[in-house]
């Protein structure tokens, strides 16, 4: 393999690519990328079995051929070295030559032989979505899907898409974030997506305004640009979200979102970890309040309008800030039946709701065949 490209192209290309590498885990092969030069291109390619990304860039090359280095160095190197054209080399021994300028550097190779066989979807048609649709709608629930891969199923996003109106949400059985937007995308039946992916989508800059989506028995793929983005598909069904956000509710409450930010904020400051923020919604004036015995109490008051009823309800104080801010309208209305049901938090002109569990409550989502 020997090949010649600007290095300002492969370094960005580089800095996507390597983020599937693993370059922690026991097999070595996947720390690497690989790149597979081929007439007037090179296709880079890094996995970690779970993730894969994979790119093709033009390039200049002189002998088609295989090599696959150490991702993280190549692109740490690469990034460092002086603007103009890059040029890289594998032959018969075990190294891969970067030639820049007056600088000549030698990477161990590692073997091209064990690099896996990047996963595809089982052949079907692919659907367009408007690449700026999905990413923004990303950007507002995502933050809800679990970190916690133990149950996988709350590492999804649930999307869908029908009739130009594109539907997602996340739940990491706490909380959950669900947005319904206008789009110029293809109908995509319900599909829970690894949220990785997409926060992976979010991260590329390709040339395409849109992403075509290929959903598999076991595998799903999206494809922008030069970039394709190959995972496993999450199996399970969570509960319909609709049910739960589109629910009657007995009470409403409004509040200004940034008094409310700021007095939860201010009380949560002699919260101990774990510790609840409690919410004491009464007719005219909502009281925010906690205490711990280590550090003291506080509460403070602000006016509200409802509800019908006096409600005491406590609420992790992370996850009620993270909601309260992910809504983008000047108040938030609350819509709650008591103290032991999750309440929606909703906004007046946002396509967001956002549902909340109270403390020791169970998920919002039953687990389904994680």
């Keep these: 393999m020997r090949l010649v490209c600007e290095r300002d192209a492969v370094a960005e290309v580089l800095a996507n690519v390597s983020r599937a590498a693993n370059p922690r885990g026991p097999i070595n092969v996947l720390a690497g990328v690989r790149m597979q030069a081929n007439v007037d291109h090179v296709v880079l390619s ?165 992403v075509e989506l290929v959903v598999g028995a076991n595998v799903i793929q999206f494809e922008s640009g030069e970039y394709r983005l190959t995972a496993r598909r999450l199996n399970g069904q969570p509960q319909p979200y609709e049910s739960l956000v589109d629910a009657d509710f007995a009470h409403e409450v409004s509040a200004d979102r940034e008094r409310l930010v700021a007095a939860v904020e201010r009380v949560g400051v002699l919260l101990g970890r774990g510790s609840p923020v409690v919410l004491d919604f009464e007719p005219d004036a909502l009281r925010v309040r906690g205490a711990t015995a280590d550090l003291g109490q506080a509460v403070e008051r602000i006016p509200v309008r409802g509800p019908a009823a006096a409600i005491t309800i406590g609420f992790n104080p992370t996850y009620l800030i993270e909601g309260l801010r992910l809504l983008e309208g000047a108040e938030i209305t609350f819509r709650m039946n008591d103290a032991l049901r999750p309440v929606v938090l909703a906004s007046t002109g946002d396509d967001l709701v956002y549902l909340l569990a109270p403390v020791r409550r169970p998920g919002a989502w039953k687990d389904s065949d994680d």
């Design 46 to 210: 890094a996995t970690d079995t779970e993730l894969s990304i994979r790119a093709s860039m033009p390039a200049r090359v002189d002998e088609d051929g295989v090599g696959v280095v150490p991702a993280r160095t190549l692109a740490e190197l690469v990034k460092k070295l002086p603007e103009g054209p890059l040029a890289l080399a594998a032959g018969d021994r075990s190294d891969v030559r970067v030639v820049s300028g007056d600088g000549e550097y030698s990477l161990n190779a590692l073997s091209a032989d064990d690099f896996p066989e990047l996963p595809t979807p089982s052949p079907c048609a692919p659907v367009r979505v408007e690449r700026a649709a999905i990413l923004r709608a990303f950007g507002r629930v995502g933050r809800a899907a679990a970190r916690d891969t133990s149950r996988p199923l709350y590492t999804g996003v649930l999307v869908g898409s029908e009739g130009g109106l594109l539907t997602m949400a996340a739940s990491d059985g706490y909380r959950l974030a669900f947005i319904r937007s206008r789009t110029a995308s293809e109908d995509i039946a319900p599909t829970l997506i690894p949220a990785r992916v997409l926060a992976e989508l979010t991260r590329l800059s390709p040339a395409s305004e849109w």
